[in-house]
Nanobody, 126 residues
Framework: VQLQASGGGLVQPGGSLRLSCAFS????????IGWFRQAPGKEREGVSV????????RYADSAKGRFTISRDNAKSTVYLQMTDLKPEDTAVYYC????????????????????WGQGTLVTVSS
């Protein structure tokens, strides 16, 4: 299983970015793919997750209304469209996956994900 995140960069407050997570080697046992982030000095936190076929999505409160997760299985890619970015969104963003479905309350828990890609840095600053 391999995941590779890309699309980070420097953006001004209020701006937008789209992150991409290219995945390979996933069998049908892998259910969730999620986006997580880690700011300096802080723990890694869940941002958004999507189910295997895209029918289920979940967002952290900080992402609701601003971020949209989607996936294109034909392209083996999961996207995170981020709008109205704020300085507090500055972090390294990672994508990750795991086998088997999690209950709703656990889906954004980073420690429950087993396969991680390298991160992509998002910096929101004027």
């Amino acid at each position: 299983v391999q995941l590779q995140a890309s699309g980070g960069g420097l953006v001004q407050p209020g701006g937008s970015l789209r992150l991409s997570c290219a995945f390979s080697g996933l069998t049908s046992d892998y259910y969730h793919i999620g986006w997580f982030r880690q700011a300096p000095g802080k723990e890694r936190e869940g941002v958004s997750v999507i189910s295997r076929r895209g029918g289920e999505t979940r967002y952290a409160d900080s992402a609701k209304g601003r971020f949209t997760i989607s996936r294109d299985n034909a392209k083996s890619t999961v996207y995170l469209q981020m709008t109205d970015l704020k300085p507090e969104d500055t972090a390294v963003y990672y994508c990750a996956t795991r086998m088997n479905r999690l209950i709703l309350s656990a889906q954004l828990t980073a420690a429950l994900y087993t396969n991680w890609g390298q991160g992509t840095l998002v910096t929101v600053s004027s």
